[in-house]
């Protein structure tokens, strides 16, 4: 199968914004390039440079990616979402459309991506590679595909640092927008007893699923396709995972604050700082107290509690 390879570049600012148009034309999530973050860790043990070209670490623009099925005619209906973006943040953006192949995106992967630790206990593991855990870590194996979620970007980091501290074994959780399915397999392995993933993009669905029978947690985690908007009244979670983007963690105050327990816990991330105040007033004036913010360059993770 083939894949349209849909390349934005553009200034850091209105990287939510691109990366909202892509969630709104039905692609699960996106790759973000960002030199800034980039040379941020250039020097550290934790970050190694091998995928990147050195005119890459040399660019001030960021580079959005998505990825739809190449007999998706998503481009009259993009541009103009595109332009409006461009209007309202008087800042230009150039477009460039390219095509991927499976078996290209794959070997990609299996050169680039490596095993890594986050927290104290998860190690991401790609399912190409072996890996002895030491006590007290737990594995998460994952093959991304063409879905959202490594566990590579800062957006993903937030979330399974927030699952690592808080989860502590029978939680019910809902994780909206899964992605690979990262979040979920993570917090099955920490201990959660039942959890709903829910991803609008099909292709997301279906690596979510085969990522979680790869770790045999099909009694755990249930993955569906759809709205998770439509799907969360009448259920009863403890937490829910929201690493989605500003808008749609925005979007999903009030219907968290309905079903969520006292004391339950709504993880945000995908929040660029820029749009972080608008979602930090949202959470507070939905009942929710602001337990902790974790911040990457211009990327913001939360973890809000629910008061009584």
Known sequence: MNWKEISVLTEGHCVEAVAGIFFRLGSGGVVIEDPQAARKYINTDSFSAESLSPDFLDHDFVVVKAYFPEERNIMEEF?????????????????FVGEVRDEDWEQSWKKYYHTFK??????????????????????????????????????????????????KGGENIIDAGCGSGILSIAAAKLGATSIYAMDIDEVAVKVARENVELNGLKEIIEVQAGDILD?????????????????????????????????????????????????????????????????????IGVAARKRG
């Open 231 to 299: 799907f969360l009244e009448g259920r009863h979670p403890d937490m829910i995972l929201a690493n989605i983007t500003a808008d749609v963690v925005a979007e999903l105050v009030p219907a968290a604050a309905g079903i969520l327990p006292e004391g339950g816990y709504l993880f945000g991330s995908g929040i660029v700082d820029s749009r972080w105040p608008g979602v930090k007033k949202k959470l507070e004036s939905h009942g929710f107290e602001i337990e902790q913010v974790l911040t990457d360059v211009d990327w």
């Open 79 to 95: 541009y103009p979402l595109l332009h409006a973006v461009e209007e309202d943040f008087a800042i230009p953006c150039r477009v």
């Open 118 to 167: 986050v927290g104290e206990r998860i190690v991401i593991k790609p399912s190409w590679e072996d890996y002895q855990a030491d006590p007290g870590e737990v594995i998460v194996e994952l093959d991304p595909g063409m879905a959202f979620g490594t566990g590579i970007h800062a957006s993903s980091r937030f979330c399974l640092r927030f699952i690592d501290q808080y989860i």
